[in-house]
T-cell receptor, first 116, second 113 residues
């Protein structure tokens, strides 16, 4: 489905619990991203990775962690330190970032996290 | 870093009318400006983009214009249809550095039949 798969689609968490959102792509893209989407806030960058075993903080990284052990996978962990984790999370990938050309992002279908 | 402002946040039009969404950016080094459409419950998808060496680009009913001097770019949709109803995001990407696009806050377009 579009080459990039997120799971689960819906997730409920109790306060104080860590949760991990999965993101897998079969597009052979080098770069992967995690965005958080809140109503009226647009798409805010949490973390991104340009290459395996390397990742960088985005604008709102506090309370989140990621890993990039494989090119295809970029899981996001929402930790108990994230004060307001209820949101819609979007994963994306692109062929590369270090280019002067277009950098078209392919998005996953998203994961909706609700903290109870 | 780059800052992208997008207006309006909500736009309501009648079917057949035109719709215009405007974005401004702060960094004159930005050189790539994509627009994404997100239908309700679906993922954002690229609908059109423009590079800084071009002033206008069209694709059927959709066009994007870029004014580098004023640092703003706009999405124009003509002959709107109900299926154009969605949230539209603009973005700007700086030449150099990480090349990560910065998104606007989105515009919810509602096309009334």
């Amino acid at each position: 489905d579009g080459g990039i798969t997120q799971s689960p689609k819906y997730l409920f968490r109790k306060e104080g619990q860590n949760v991990t959102l999965s993101c897998e792509q079969n597009l052979n893209h080098d770069a992967m991203y995690w965005y958080r989407q809140d109503p009226g806030q647009g798409l805010r960058l949490i973390y991104y990775s340009q290459i395996v075993n390397d990742f960088q903080k985005g604008d709102i990284a506090e309370g989140y962690s990621v890993s990039r052990e494989k090119k295809e996978s970029f899981p996001l962990t929402v930790t108990s330190a994230q004060k307001n984790p209820t949101a819609f999370y979007l994963c994306a990938s692109s062929p590369e970032t270090a280019s002067s050309g277009a950098n078209v992002l392919t998005f996953g279908a998203g994961s909706r996290l609700t903290v109870l | 870093g780059e800052n992208v402002e997008q207006h309006p946040s909500t736009l309501s039009v009648q079917e057949g009318d035109s719709a215009v969404i405007k974005c401004t950016y702060s960094d004159s080094a930005s050189n790539y400006f994509p627009w994404y459409k997100q239908e309700l419950g679906k993922r954002p998808q690229l609908i059109i983009d423009i590079r800084s060496n071009v002033g206008e680009k069209k694709d059927q009913r959709i066009a994007v214009t870029l004014n580098k001097t004023a640092k703003h770019f706009s999405l124009h949709i003509t002959e709107t249809q109900p299926e154009d109803s969605a949230v539209y995001f603009c973005a700007a990407r700086i030449s150099g550095g990480s090349y990560i696009p910065t998104f606007g806050r989105g515009t919810s377009l509602i096309v009334h039949p």
